[in-house]
C-alpha cells in the first residue's frame, strides 16, 4: 500500500474529488462542441476544489490555510453555477445536476467551516 499525502486523509478533500468525478460524469454527456467552453471550465473548476484544499492542507500558517479554503469556496461556487447553466442549456437534466448540486452545497458549508476554523486558530496564536 502506499503512503498517503496528508490532504488524503482529509473527509472534506475526499468528498470533493468524489464531486469531481460525477461533475465529470456529467460532463461527458454535453455536446462535443462544448469541449472547450463549458465542459472545460466546469471539470476545471471542480478539479480546483480538491487542489485548492490540497494545497491549503501543505501549508503551514493557519491564515495561509483559510486562504486555500476560500480559494477552494469560490472554485466551488463556479462549478455549481455551471452546473446550473448546464441545466438550462440542456446540456444535462435536473435529475443529474441536482444531486451534484446537494452534493457542492453540502461541501460548501464544510469548506466555510474549515475556513472559520482555520481563521479563528490563526487569531489564537
Same mark, same amino acid.
Given at each position: 500500500?502506499?503512503?498517503?499525502?496528508?490532504?488524503?486523509?482529509?473527509?472534506?478533500?475526499?468528498?470533493?474529488?468524489?464531486?469531481?468525478?460525477?461533475?465529470? *460524469?456529467?460532463?461527458?454527456?454535453?455536446?462535443? &462542441?462544448?469541449?472547450?467552453?463549458?465542459?472545460?471550465?466546469?471539470?476545471?473548476?471542480?478539479?480546483?476544489?480538491?487542489?485548492?484544499?490540497?494545497?491549503?492542507?501543505?501549508?503551514?500558517?493557519?491564515? &495561509?490555510?483559510? /486562504?486555500?479554503?476560500?480559494?477552494? /469556496?469560490?472554485?466551488?461556487?463556479?462549478?455549481?453555477? &455551471? #452546473?446550473?447553466?448546464?441545466?438550462?442549456?440542456?446540456?444535462?437534466?435536473? *435529475?443529474?445536476?441536482?444531486?451534484?448540486?446537494? *452534493?457542492?452545497? &453540502?461541501?460548501?458549508?464544510?469548506? /466555510?467551516? #474549515?475556513?472559520?476554523? *482555520?481563521?479563528?486558530?490563526?487569531?489564537?496564536?
Amino acid at each position: 500500500m502506499r503512503k498517503q499525502f496528508p490532504f488524503e486523509k482529509l473527509e472534506v478533500w475526499q468528498d470533493a474529488r468524489k464531486l469531481v468525478g460525477g461533475v465529470y *460524469q456529467c460532463s461527458r454527456g454535453f455536446p462535443k &462542441d462544448e469541449r472547450f467552453g463549458l465542459t472545460s471550465q466546469m471539470t476545471r473548476a471542480a478539479v480546483s476544489v480538491a487542489n485548492n484544499l490540497a494545497e491549503g492542507c501543505g501549508r503551514s500558517s493557519f491564515k &495561509d490555510q483559510a /486562504h486555500f479554503s476560500n480559494q477552494a /469556496h469560490g472554485s466551488l461556487m463556479e462549478t455549481a453555477s &455551471d #452546473l446550473i447553466i448546464a441545466t438550462d442549456l440542456g446540456f444535462a437534466p435536473a *435529475q443529474a445536476t441536482d444531486s451534484l448540486l446537494d *452534493q457542492a452545497y &453540502d461541501l460548501a458549508v464544510r469548506i /466555510h467551516n #474549515l475556513r472559520d476554523s *482555520q481563521l479563528r486558530r490563526a487569531e489564537a496564536l
